[in-house]
């Protein structure tokens, strides 16, 4: 999207023409008539999306991808971490971000909201958890949270698994 076509945020766009997409391919609407129907002009059809690398916003990313494909769009994935993300969204060479996750990233991306470099538009996984996750006979002896991992080192095995490194999580465990 040429940077003067593109709203402050990079992603508010995305809001409305989501459910028009989605109520579309849902419907059965063929994506050449779909593409057909795009209003934009070409030199305002190029998307660029950031990508985490993790599983499930991988997938969502493809998705609307595609979807964006039907409508006339040209999506650009960019695999890159959720720091490099947000700067890229505040100068201009990120739109969108499907993989944000409040709270727990709450600090990193507040700076960014607070400028209106990079706009939320809504949670796109209503009741999803970030959270402990645990077998239930751990569970049942007392490790309910994260504060109390470090009673469980030896039933742990010592480790601690989490979706990256750099997860917050890790932050939560060993301080």
């Known amino acids: 999207m040429d940077a003067s076509r593109r709203p402050a945020g990079g992603v508010a766009w995305l809001g409305l023409r989501w459910l028009v997409l989605a109520a579309a ?3 059965g609407v063929p994506g050449t008539v779909l593409a057909q129907q795009t209003a934009d002009p070409p030199a305002c059809r190029k998307v660029r999306l950031s990508d985490v690398g993790w599983t499930a916003e991988s997938a969502t990313t493809a998705v609307t991808a ?3 494909t039907e409508l006339g ?6 695999v890159l971490s959720v720091p490099v ?5 505040k100068n ?3 739109d969108a971000f499907l993989g944000n996750w409040l709270p727990a990233q709450g600090e990193m991306v507040e700076p960014y909201f607070a400028d209106g470099s990079v706009v939320k538009l809504r949670a796109n996984l ?5 959270t402990l996750a645990v077998p239930d006979y751990l569970w049942e002896q007392g490790l309910k949270d ?3 991992i470090h009673k469980f080192r030896k039933e742990l095995g010592h480790r601690f698994m989490a979706s990256s490194p750099a ?3 890790m932050a939560w465990c060993w301080g």
Do not use: C, N, R
Request: glycine share 10%.
């Open 25 to 27: 391919l849902l419907s």
């Open 126 to 130: 209503v009741g999803a958890k970030y």
């Open 85 to 89: 993300t947000l700067e890229s969204m």
């Open 146 to 148: 994260f504060g109390d």
């Open 73 to 78: 769009y040209q999506p650009v994935i960019t």
């Open 66 to 68: 595609q979807i964006l």
């Open 92 to 94: 201009g060479d990120i």
């Open 167 to 169: 997860t917050t999580a």
